[in-house]
């Protein structure tokens, strides 16, 4: 059994960083694709980004258009961490922040093909 935790969210001004992380205990194999995905209050769950694996030693992101060019993921397999590296947010980036691992490496942006996921982390962005 999988479980994940996140950590970072908070408070922070528009234009500011947060770095946010997943900690996974148990095993997380290399194929294993990560997801970030957020919730706002009256929205749906939506994605933000995925690591994923296809082989090699090159893991591969994805990006929802809305956080292009301004949010990063990236993980470190030796300690089982996801993170997600936020830049220039903006009070519509304010939301729940959810971790999601993926045993098939293949649902990406989709949440209902991710296996596990962790309790969230709040966010918020003030103007």
């Known amino acids: 059994q999988v479980q994940l935790v996140e950590s970072g969210g908070g408070l922070v001004q528009a234009g500011g960083s947060l770095r946010l992380s997943c900690a996974a205990s148990g095993r997380i194999l290399i194929s294993y694709a990560m997801g970030w995905f957020r919730q706002a209050p009256g929205k749906e769950r939506e994605f933000v980004a995925a690591v994923y694996w296809r082989g090699g030693s090159t893991y591969y992101a994805d990006y929802a258009d809305s956080v292009k060019g301004q949010f990063i993921i990236s993980r470190d397999n030796a300690k089982n961490t996801v993170y997600l590296q936020m830049n220039s947010l903006k009070p519509e980036d304010t939301a729940v922040y959810y971790c999601?691992?993926?045993?098939?490496?293949?649902?990406?942006?989709?949440?209902?093909?991710?296996?596990?996921w962790g309790q969230g982390t709040q966010v918020t962005v003030s103007s």
């Open positions: 999601a691992a993926d045993r098939e490496g293949t649902s990406l942006r989709r949440p209902l093909g991710y296996d596990y």
